[in-house]
């Protein structure tokens, strides 16, 4: 055989493996390429269930793969939250955070199961939202000073207030309202929001202080009523319904933030993937107006990147772990 021949023969031997290395690696499916698992560890009809699932499905018609929402609630979410940090950093489980979860556990918990910083990947900050104090339709207080003076003057404990578990931002909003008045309130925890706005329906308990997505529904039914929002100005979907500082508790303030967030080294790739997708979701006009319209504050445009994300985080753990342990909240 001719030299000509011997290395034509040679470069054929040689262009399967060649095709073989090009095909396993420029050629390998991009991420996603199935189904993707969003742990939410709260309840079904929670505030963070209904964001979590508007978010996730504009996310899976932008990844083109299905997202599929996994509640986990219980023990104020550290199950759900524990679950995401133990994850495959593959992209394939992510999770949604809250401030109750990354923050509030880490005092309320001796051993909630992960670090709110060092276990995960943060990829957005999604949105946030304030409380609403609400209390049966057939509750005699009209407005909030008069429920908030009847519990300076009873006795402690005498007025008992719901919350869909330890840890969560009822039960930091209820508390912050007890520090406030010097007046301790009876804490009576729930399995979820749903539950725990039942209660106060059926005169089991006297109030909370929910998420306002969650609670606004059953106060335009006309079973629950809004005395006040726990945030810095009034809604304006409830322009009509003061805030707590307006109604005597100087500068308080209590709001709830949500985000998208995944195990601990995750790969740059999907991270990039899942922000860019993430941020083209959340600039979306019909998303955001049907967000806004159910009473969460979005985040501006662009979205915030991931570095800010962790720093709200960061922040938040600076600021409110010593507030928490101010209010006496034990560890459980």
């Known amino acids: ?22 095909w396993g690696g420029g050629a390998q499916a991009a991420y996603p390429e199935r189904s993707i698992r969003l742990i939410v560890p709260f309840a079904a009809g929670s505030a963070a269930d209904t964001l979590s699932r508007v978010v996730a499905s ?19 979410g550290t199950i759900g939250t524990a679950d995401i940090a133990r994850a495959k950093p593959d ?7 809250a401030q109750g979860t990354f923050v509030n556990n880490q005092v309320l918990y001796r051993e909630p199961g992960y670090d709110s910083v060092k276990d995960f990947s943060f990829i957005g900050e999604i949105a946030d939202v304030q409380n609403l104090l609400v209390v049966a339709e057939k509750s005699p207080y009209r407005n909030a000073p008069a429920l908030l003076a009847d519990i300076k003057a009873k006795p402690p404990e005498a007025f008992r207030f719901s919350s869909s578990g330890v840890g969560t931002s ?8 007890s520090q406030y008045l010097d007046k301790p309130l009876m804490h009576v ?9 039942s209660a106060i329906i059926s005169g089991d ?3 909370g202080l929910y998420n306002l997505p969650v609670a606004i529904g059953l106060v335009k039914a006309g079973k629950l009523r809004a005395l006040a929002v726990t945030g810095p100005k009034r809604s304006t979907l409830l322009p009509e319904v003061p805030t707590l500082q307006e109604s005597g508790l ?12 995944g195990p601990a080294a995750l790969p ?29 504050t979005l985040p501006g445009m662009p979205l915030p990147k991931p570095a800010d994300f962790e720093a709200l985080v960061r922040q938040d753990l600076a600021k409110w772990v010593p507030v928490l342990k101010e209010l006496g909240t034990a560890a459980q």
């Open 189 to 197: 925890p729930y399995t979820g929001a749903p539950q725990g706005l």
């Open 268 to 296: 740059a790739d999907v991270s990039t993937r899942l922000y860019t997708a993430l941020d083209k979701v959340m600039s979306q006009a019909a998303l955001r107006e049907k967000l806004i319209g159910q009473g969460f």
């Open 205 to 207: 308990v006297d109030m």
């Open 1 to 22: 055989m001719s030299g000509f021949y011997r290395r034509k023969a040679g470069i054929c031997a040689l262009l399967p493996i060649f095709c073989a290395a090009l």
């Open 170 to 177: 009822h039960h930091i909003a209820g508390a912050t309202v």
């Open 91 to 97: 992209g394939y489980t992510l999770g949604i955070a």
């Open 58 to 76: 504009a996310l899976a018609d932008e990844l083109g793969q299905p997202l599929v929402v996994d509640n986990k609630a219980g023990a104020g």
């Open 250 to 261: 100087k500068d308080y303030s209590v709001t709830l933030w949500w985000g998208l967030v």
